[in-house]
């Protein structure tokens, strides 16, 4: 099987699985939070992995380095 790298442009394509869909709207609900003297944000992985996560070895690498 071929990996084929991730470009900085891919984040558009993806879309939450149905199972995850609860978390994406939490996240839309605590970003557009509007009241005056606080601030929000989330914090999240901008990708899962686990398990066949060689394909980002150089990615870790390169971060590293």
């Known amino acids: 099987m071929l990996h084929q790298p ?3 442009t891919d984040y ?3 879309r939450a699985s149905e199972e995850y869909e ?3 709207e939490a996240e839309e609900l605590v970003l557009n939070f509007k ?3 606080v601030k929000t944000f989330v914090i999240a992985a901008g990708l899962l992995y686990g398990k066949e996560e060689a394909i980002l070895n150089s ?3 390169q971060a590293w380095l």
């Open 6 to 8: 991730f470009e900085e």
């Open 12 to 14: 558009q394509m993806r």
């Open 22 to 24: 609860c978390i994406r």
């Open 35 to 37: 009241k005056e003297n």
């Open 59 to 61: 990615h870790f690498k």
